[in-house]
Every structure is written in C-alpha cells, then in structure tokens.
C-alpha cells in the first residue's frame, strides 16, 4: 500500500509563488497567485483561532500547561 504524499499548507503559499513567475500563461500565473494568497489568508484564520482559543478557551483546559495553585 502506497502513503500519499503530504503538502504543508504553509509551503503552498510561496510554492505558487515561485511557479506563477515562473510560468508562460499569464492567465495560469493569476491563479497561482490567487493560491498563493488564499493560503495565507487561511493559515492567518487558522492561526488566529489557535491563538484565541488559548487565550479564551473554557478554564481548565490547560493541556498540558502545567498550573500550580
């Protein structure tokens, strides 16, 4: 059984980047571009909700983080 391969959402956005510049089609290059920009804006939400659910998250959650009282 073959694993399929992984992509890093994080890799994509300057993946397209380098192939929108590198690439013949103009209209092919304004997708890329458009790719690469999604994938920004989506690992920015993604980030952010990580980071607001830390910060406001239900109390007692902790996982891990160790709270001595």
């Known amino acids: 059984m073959t694993v399929p391969p992984k992509y890093n959402l994080h890799d994509l956005g300057s993946q397209a980047q ?5 690439c013949e089609s103009e209209r092919l290059a304004m997708t ?3 790719v690469a920009v999604g994938s920004m804006i989506v690992m920015a939400g993604v980030a952010a909700s990580q980071l607001l659910r ?4 239900p109390p007692g959650s902790e996982r891990g983080h160790g709270r001595s009282r």
């Open 54 to 57: 830390e910060v406001f998250g």
């Open 18 to 22: 380098f192939m929108s510049r590198n």
């Open 32 to 34: 890329l571009q458009y």
